[in-house]
């Protein structure tokens, strides 16, 4: 497999992660808040989303798996759950990109019943949305093809993911 085709370049999601964290800070002001990344994808636009926030936050991570090499086994594994605790905190879960929703939605069904405030979710890509598990997501990427991508967190293989853009991988 090589990169074929790059589909969103690192302007443009600076640019979105820009008024991503702007609209974070006008829905989470006067509150506090919990960004919880979800590992491993999700480590770069946190660090980005993270230098344009301006209100009282903390970031926590969980690790979960539902994908081995570009294949999905449909279901999901914590591989490293939170060491804090959740009741009465508002929660805003970031994914690197929402394909069948079951990461997501697994992980809201698993927090939820943690008694939190409040749980929103964030995906930088989002694929289309035929035959997907409901959930909303409150804040989204962009709105991508169903073709396999890397970068921007995502890998292929544990590969790519330094790239500061989005690619297709053929
Ligand atoms: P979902 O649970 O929504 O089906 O899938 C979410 C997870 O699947 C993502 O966190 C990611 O690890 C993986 N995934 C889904 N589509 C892609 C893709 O196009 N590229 C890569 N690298 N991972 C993907």
Redesign the pocket.
């Known amino acids: 497999m090589k990169i074929t085709k790059k589909i969103i370049s690192e302007e443009q999601i600076q640019e979105r992660i820009i008024q991503l964290a702007t609209e974070i800070n006008k829905d989470y002001e006067g509150k506090n808040l919990i960004i919880l990344g ?1 590992l491993k ?2 480590f770069i636009a946190i660090s980005d989303l993270a230098k344009n926030l301006n209100i009282d936050v903390s970031f926590e991570f969980m690790s ?4 081995e090499g ?1 294949e ?1 086994t449909g279901q ?1 594994k914590i591989e490293k759950d939170l060491d804090v605790d959740i009741a009465g905190k508002n929660i805003l879960i970031v ?10 939605s ?1 992980l809201i069904d698993i927090l939820g019943s943690r008694n939190p405030e409040s749980i929103q979710t964030m995906c930088m ?1 989002v ?1 289309p949305i035929e035959n997907k598990i409901p959930v909303e997501i409150k804040y989204k990427g962009f709105e991508i093809g169903s ?4 970068g921007y967190g ?3 293989m544990g590969k ?1 993911r330094e790239l500061p853009y989005l690619a297709e ?1 053929s």
């Open positions: 979800v994808g999700a979960i798996s539902s994908y570009s999905s999901i994914e690197d990109i929402f394909d069948t929703g079951l990461t997501i697994s890509f694929k073709e396999f991508v890397v995502l890998d292929y790519y991988l």
